[in-house]
């Protein structure tokens, strides 16, 4: 729900895409002003997941869909808290940080990746159908939707550069091309997502063997900025280490993935005092 601040102004978000303020008169402050809604999108960070239910029960009937944007492994089965939607998993492909309350900077990219949710991996011809009312709707709306891949090869393949860029970002303070321009800092970061790119593998969702490559070079093309996990470090707030730490780590080695690099890294984000 908007702060103070949005209730008052708005909700501004700078893009190269063309700057955009929601009025205030469009947003709410409790779920239950809502009313009736035929679908939801969820964007919360993964560390308030616990808040859902209650969230999901403050609206007026259940949505007949809900669309969970996160990051990481392990947040579409909270959205069960709302029994009877079909629910809708996907990430953001973007750099954006919320650099004050109400107020976004979007630096470049902005693809989102959709897919159906399933309790038993097998999505049904209704949530696909679902899945696609969405999309089209998003791209109607001007937004980039990509709805190739399965759930669980987007948020590994998602995982390949979070995993890497924001927990280096957290332990070094650096930005995203600090890391990039240091070299040992850069040599680690191609070693932890070439680890991830393996515990995707071992988990039965291959990605495409350029998918690091891909990633540096897009993260190169972009200013510097502090990942979301980095900000949230450096204001004190939790960081999201379940569902894009442990989540990941403990599924890629119960499949015979060792992921040192990795597990080091989550050992010095636990740590505290490692933390600029």
């Known amino acids: 729900m ?68 996160q990051n990481g492994l392990g947040g579409e089965a909270v959205a069960e808290a709302s029994p009877g939607s079909i629910v809708l998993g996907g990430v953001c492909d973007i750099a954006c940080s919320r650099v004050a309350p109400a107020h976004v900077k979007h630096y470049a990219a902005g693809l989102i990746h959709l897919a159906p949710w399933s309790a038993t991996g097998e999505p049904s011809d209704e949530a696909q159908q679902a899945c696609n009312w969405v999309a089209d709707d998003l791209r109607a709306a001007g937004v ?92 004190g707030r939790p960081m999201e280490l379940q569902t894009i730490y442990r989540n990941p780590l403990q599924r890629g080695q119960s499949c015979g993935a060792a992921m040192p690099e990795t597990a080091q890294l989550l050992g010095e984000l636990e740590a505290p005092t490692s933390i600029d």
């Not at 993964?46 to 999901?56: D, E, I, M, P």
């Not at 070693?191 to 063997?209: C, F, H, K, S």
């Open 2 to 69: 908007p702060c103070r601040r949005g209730r008052r102004q708005g909700l501004r978000v700078d893009s190269p895409w063309g700057d955009v303020t929601v009025p205030a008169s469009q947003l709410v402050g409790n779920v239950r002003e809502l009313g009736s809604v035929d679908g939801l999108i969820v964007a919360i960070k993964s560390t308030a997941n616990h808040q859902l239910a209650g969230l999901l029960a403050g609206l007026a009937a259940p949505a007949a869909v809900i669309l969970l944007l």
């Open 144 to 235: 980039p939707i990509d709805c190739g891949e399965s759930l669980q090869r987007m948020r590994w393949r998602k995982l390949v550069w979070n995993m890497a860029f924001s927990g280096l970002c957290v332990v070094s303070g650096r930005g995203t091309q600090g890391v990039l321009a240091d070299a040992a800092l850069r040599d680690r970061l191609e070693r932890i997502m070439q680890e991830v790119v393996e515990a995707a593998a071992a988990t039965g969702n291959p990605l495409d063997a350029n998918v690091v490559a891909s990633f540096l070079a897009q993260t190169e093309a972009i200013p510097d900025y502090a990942p979301s996990m980095q900000l949230d470090a450096r204001a």
